[in-house]
């Protein structure tokens, strides 16, 4: 019951508009916020810590300080969980990333600015904002080459030994926090990081106008690819998948064309769902939004002649790649990590202007306590994107669909309404 309170306390000239999409809908009365502001939890940074795999705890952390005048105190909203947390949860590591130490979890955030440094012009308190969650150190080659992601001394939030987002307060740099427009809710805002890994990605793919492009794997990344291939022009796109309900979804988002990937070898797979498509050439673009040695050795075989293939998905770290049909082919083959340079900006874009419905893939919004159960039901492949709420948020729906059609169509529970 609290974000309210404390932004009120915070930023006295917060007023009535604070965009916090479930307060639209169970909104706290003058009363309520008057009330609470005597209480204790207005300044809660509880946490939720991964002490080591499967074993969690909640703990009040400090609210951090800003350190100095270029950064800005964000109160977190809603925090989307990624594959990666999920994996942090169940393992404790990804790759010779290893939890030693407790660590905070999460990192696809957006909030609502409380504090601005000194030398902040852009932001105010009460601005909502997407967070951008790593930090470079902006001095090495690939910093100021303008490649940031690749920074190797990147500051990444919930990548041993960094926390993450899962909190109550968090301190950024000014300039990795973009502000989201009227027409953007917070909850949409929590899902501009995956999305800018997918814009990422297709603009590694260079898909342009008129592409095809196959896309494997339909969890949220394969499914935001897709969302932003559309948006970037192309004209026919595969969304392939093992599960049926997923590929559904794809059509509804974006997708012109669905298979469902077979127990079959991949070259028979890539064979039949090109035929399946009209594509026997093969496709202009393919990515891999899986990981899954199947799927990535299905991508080489339905990529056409000369055309590109990017890999998206992380998951096992060697496979058996088909080498030949790269070589012979001549297939230009591409990584992409994170999002760099341009991406956060457009992503916000892409939702503000309609291209693509992020507010889709929400399937609930956990209680911050519920944290661990929200854990479990991403790990259950129950849900397409769980958020959990910031510790001084209301208390939210839970594991629901929280868009109706009307919902969807009106945009009642997911506009900000901040003008
Ligand atoms: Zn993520
Ligand atoms: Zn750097």
């Known amino acids: 019951m609290a974000t309210q309170p404390i932004l009120q306390r915070l930023i006295p000239d917060l007023g009535d508009g604070v965009a916090h999409d479930v307060a639209n809908t169970q909104p706290a009365s003058r009363q ?29 952390r400090p609210v951090p300080k800003l350190s100095n005048a270029h950064q800005v105190l964000v109160a977190i909203n809603y925090t989307g969980i990624c594959g990666s ?25 957006a909030g609502t600015i409380v504090e601005v440094g000194s030398a902040v012009k852009s932001l105010k308190p009460g601005d909502r904002v997407a967070l951008e969650p790593g930090y470079p150190c ?36 000014f300039n990795f926090c973009y502000k989201l427009p009227c027409n953007v809710s917070t909850q949409e805002g929590a ?121 998206g998905g992380m998951g096992k770290a060697d496979i058996t790649f088909p080498i030949m049909a790269m070589c ?15 991406d956060y900006k457009l992503a916000i874009e892409l939702v503000a202007n309609g291209s693509v419905d992020v507010g889709k893939l929400v399937s609930g919004v956990a209680d911050f306590e519920q944290a661990e159960d929200a854990f479990k039901k991403v790990k259950e492949g129950q849900v397409i994107k769980m958020l959990i709420a910031g510790p001084n948020e209301p208390p939210q729906g839970g594991a629901k669909l929280v868009l109706s059609e009307e919902d969807i169509t009106t945009g009642t529970s997911t506009t900000g309404g901040c003008c």
């Open 32 to 60: 309520d916020i008057t009330n609470s502001t005597s209480s204790q939890k207005q300044t809660s940074n509880l946490s939720f810590i991964l002490n080591k795999p499967y074993d969690v705890e909640f703990a009040e």
């Open 85 to 109: 947390d999920v994996h942090y949860w169940e393992h404790g590591r990804i790759g010779h990333f290893v939890v030693k130490d407790p660590m905070v979890l999460g990192h696809e955030s």
């Open 138 to 173: 902006q001095q090495c080659t690939n910093c100021l080459a303008g490649r940031y992601n690749l920074c190797p001394d990147m500051v990444f939030a919930a990548t041993p030994p960094f926390d993450g987002t899962l909190t109550g307060f968090w301190v950024a740099p």
């Open 191 to 311: 899902l501009i990081e995956p999305l800018a890994v997918a814009v990422h990605i297709v603009k590694q793919a260079q898909v342009t106008p008129g592409s095809s492009v196959v896309i494997m794997g339909a969890g949220p990344v394969g499914l935001l690819c897709a969302a932003v291939a559309k948006s970037f022009g192309a004209t026919k796109i595969i969304s392939v998948d093992i599960v049926q309900s997923k590929l559904d979804f794809a059509r509804e988002l974006a997708a012109t064309h669905t298979y469902v990937s077979q127990r079959i070898s991949p070259e028979e797979n890539a064979k039949a769902l090109l035929e399946h498509c009209n594509l026997e050439e093969g496709a202009d673009v393919v990515i891999d939004a899986s990981g899954a040695e199947p799927s990535i050795q299905t991508s080489l075989h339905a990529v056409k002649i000369g055309g590109t293939y990017v890999q």
């Open 328 to 342: 012979q082919k001549e297939v230009t083959a591409r990584g992409s990590f994170r999002y760099g340079p341009g």
